[in-house]
């Protein structure tokens, strides 16, 4: 035996590696060397050398019984191929670091039909994506081809780099995206309309990083035949991503300590007024401990459908439907007061609790991507679950990219990880303890006395994160052996140092330069911005690839075209149609 990998504080989580030749599933009985105590344990992943963690009969056994079952069937490459696609958002900002007035550069090509290159609540808001794509370099690398081509289009202007924007003047100072003259286009901007006059501009602004992701068609194939449930293929696999959902929920706090980003915020973000925050310096606000303010409840949340008793039930893709369906369908008191069309120009779509799905605001979305004028949950209803979508990252300052291979390398682990443990229905309950962990880690997560809430036992966020991260180890060792690399261990023990020393996470290495440098949150922010820029700019974009985006803007202008010059009813009917009663039904 060649000793533990890892074992907490707490004597808890051990993992040893053995070089003999023990099967997957068998029990062993380990005398500890520092206490003499016995323990059974159980084989959970081997590759030559044998992981052995976790005791039977734990809250992680149907986590060891998904992975040995995959790897006695012989079926381990099923966990590759997953596709990963980044939603990375960004401000535009001028050389004071204010946010633009300009419109949306015309060399980036139309905001409403470019695939890459859009926009999120504000004009000034870019929105840069990519494909669905095998393999993190890959999806990296697409990424920063975007960065490359867009950076030299900006004129003088920078992106932001951190999730929290600075420099705010009031509401006027932020404008809502413009999407053309069709139905469509004018769909999403009188949406965005309506987003300000419900909640203000400033909430709109805050900008992240979204990672979606999906398994492979051949993983779910073999997972449902495994399964023994009397499902359909599609029930079956949106069964699983809601389970999975589930458990992104639970452990959610998770990624708000590890990439949590935004202890501070620039003081014109909150006009001054600070609630139960502290002063940093005279133009920053912050909390000592906190991980993402951005998460936080200063953010953007769906605190008034909370208060009316809509909240999203994630028990299965139907009773996700029937909740948003209710929600969208229901009008509500005070948005009624606001008025829909005032004095001939729409305030917001309708006066309903939410104008449409994408309003409700979530941690993580279950996806099915929308034909041309179908609504999310008609989607949902007809197609099932595609991919999932993880909302809660902050923008990484040290980063160029706003992420890093570390990072994703991580979540796609961890995605798994979600997808093969244990994943009950979430009660009244547990759903409390999960909203308490997350704002207590967003506000709180570096406090050593924190205490997060699991059933109804208080455990240390320390503790709970090892444990996690210990029986991570089996799924990371799968994957770099699929991969022929190291990364995503080497991922995974970047995760455990952090775990171990607060104060290497991103979140208080951003305090930590903030004093060394004797800056506040808008310096350091302006500084790394420029950074980023010179950095990316030093690398210019080859020629075919900017011949390939070039052609994607000029398709996106005449597809634009062409959708205002196929309207052929009046906004009002189109909302009408839009907007009538149906029950989105399987097909």
Not at 10 to 25: A, N
Not at 363 to 381: F, M, S
Not at 501 to 527: N, Q, W
Request: net charge neutral; glycine share 8%.
């Amino acid at each position: 035996m060649a000793g533990p990998f890892s074992r907490d504080r707490q004597g808890q989580g051990p993992v040893f590696i053995f070089k003999t030749g023990l099967l997957s599933g068998q029990h062993l009985k380990i005398k500890c060397v520092q206490c003499s105590s016995t323990d059974e344990f159980r084989i959970l992943w081997y590759t030559g050398s044998h992981k052995v963690t976790g005791m039977p009969g734990s809250m992680y056994e149907q986590l060891h019984n998904n992975l040995s079952r995959i790897i006695r069937d012989r079926h381990l490459h099923l966990l590759s191929g997953s596709k990963i696609g980044l939603e990375k958002e960004s401000l535009r900002v001028d050389r004071d670091g204010k946010i633009s007035q300009q419109a949306h550069p015309h060399a980036l090509g139309s905001a409403l039909t470019n695939p890459y290159i859009t926009t999120d609540y504000s004009e000034a808001l870019l929105e840069l994506i990519t494909p669905p794509m095998q393999g993190i370099p890959s999806t990296l690398e697409f990424l920063k081809k975007i960065h490359q081509f867009v950076y030299p289009r900006l004129g003088n202007e920078s992106l932001w780099g951190t999730s929290m924007p600075c420099a705010v003047v009031g509401d006027e100072s932020i404008p809502i995206a413009d999407y053309g003259e069709s139905n469509l286009g004018m769909m999403k901007t009188v949406y965005r309309r309506g987003l300000g006059y419900r909640y203000g501009k400033m909430m709109q602004v805050i900008a992240g990083i979204h990672f979606n992701y999906s398994m492979q068609d051949g993983f779910w194939s073999y997972y449902h035949d495994v399964s023994g449930r009397a499902l359909s293929l599609q029930d079956f696999v949106s069964d699983r991503y809601f389970a999975l959902t589930r458990n992104l929920q639970r452990y959610g706090w998770l990624i708000y300590y590890l990439f949590g980003a935004s202890p501070a915020v620039c003081k014109s973000f909150l006009s001054g007024q600070p609630g139960s925050l502290k002063q940093f310096d005279s133009i920053t606000y912050y909390l000592p401990y906190a991980t993402t303010l951005r998460m936080g409840d200063i953010g953007y949340n769906n605190k008034k459908e909370s208060e009316i008793g809509i909240k999203a039930c994630y028990d299965s893709v139907d009773s996700y439907i029937k909740c948003l369906a209710r929600a969208i369908e229901t009008p509500f008191p005070e948005y009624e007061r606001l008025g829909v069309k005032v004095d001939g120009e729409y305030r917001q779509l309708n006066a309903n609790i939410l104008q449409i799905e994408n309003e409700y605001y979530s941690t993580v979305r279950p996806k099915q991507p929308c034909a041309a004028d179908e609504k999310p949950i008609h989607a949902l209803g007809q197609r099932g679950v595609q991919y999932i979508e993880l909302r809660s990252l902050d923008l990484d300052l040290f980063e160029p990219l706003g992420t890093s291979s570390t990072q994703l390398h991580f979540l796609e682990a961890f995605m798994v990880f979600c997808l093969l443990q244990h994943s009950p229905l979430i009660n009244t309950e547990e759903r409390q303890a999960i909203d308490n962990n997350e704002i207590n880690t967003a506000h709180h997560g570096r406090d050593p006395a924190l205490r997060l809430t699991r059933g109804r036992k208080k455990i240390s966020l320390q503790a709970w994160g090892r444990e996690i991260l210990c029986e991570m180890q089996g799924i990371c060792e799968a994957l770099d052996e699929l991969s022929h690399c190291d990364s995503y261990r080497d991922a995974l023990r970047h995760q455990v140092e952090l775990i171990e020393d607060p104060a290497l996470t991103p979140s208080a290495k951003v305090l930590h330069e903030m004093r060394t440098h004797k800056e506040g949150f808008f310096e350091i922010s302006s500084r790394y911005s420029e950074m980023h820029r010179n950095q990316l700019c030093k690398h210019p974009l080859g020629d075919q690839d900017t011949e390939h985006f070039n052609n994607v803007v000029l398709q996106s202008v005449e597809k634009q075209r062409k959708i205002e010059a196929s309207d052929t009813v009046s906004f009002d009917e189109f909302l009408e149609n839009y907007f009538r009663p149906s029950s989105p039904k399987k097909p």
